[in-house]
């Protein structure tokens, strides 16, 4: 995933910095706060009717009409391995945009609830922990402690990883058939 950075020339070198502060979404699964970086994020939609899609992985969810593209719909808590969350009035799925070789794709996250877009400075974010989270420690790009909570940032490559992502390509097409 790329990052922002800044470059400074200094005298004949030309050096990059990793940017002082990040910014990500926050958000709630089954009562545990979650960031994911704003980067790869598209939009964020109110939870509507999904239309479920045979022989896709349990974590597929089925697939919406956005604008006349057909979107893939990942349940994130059936991707880390949990049950299902229940679907609310605050749930609401997430559209991030990830690459695969050269093509990229539109993706859909469910998610209970929105909380913020938060700044946390790179300073006040460690790596991952190597063991005791409820999630795949591969799926986690670090750990920010804001106001003496943790949350639990994701590596949304990781979480949608490429070949996984093969099996979705056929569904990220163009289509007449649905209507918004």
């Not at 990229?104 to 929105?114: H, L, P, S």
């Not at 190597?130 to 639990?152: C, E, H, L, P």
């Amino acid at each position: 995933m790329g990052q922002i950075m800044e470059m400074q020339q200094s005298g004949s070198e030309l050096t990059v910095e990793e940017p002082s502060i990040q910014q990500f979404l926050t958000f709630s699964l089954q009562q545990e706060l979650f960031g994911l970086t704003i980067l790869p994020i598209k939009e964020i939609i109110e939870y509507d009717q999904v239309t479920t899609v045979p022989m896709v992985p349990a974590y597929v969810r089925g697939v919406i009409n956005l604008r006349g593209n057909v979107v893939p719909v990942i349940d994130l808590p059936v991707r880390f391995g949990w049950s299902s969350s229940p679907v609310s009035k605050r749930t609401c799925i997430v559209i991030v945009e990830v690459a695969s070789d050269e093509e990229r794709f539109d993706i859909g996250v469910v998610i209970d609830n929105v909380s913020e877009v938060l700044e946390i400075p790179t300073q006040d974010i460690g790596s991952a922990p190597s063991f005791g989270a409820r999630v795949r420690t591969d799926f986690i790009a670090g750990m920010a402690k804001v106001n003496d909570a943790f949350i639990v940032l994701l590596n949304i490559d990781r979480v949608l990883a490429v070949d996984e992502l093969s099996q979705l390509g056929g569904m990220g097409q163009k289509t007449d058939v649905l209507s918004e």
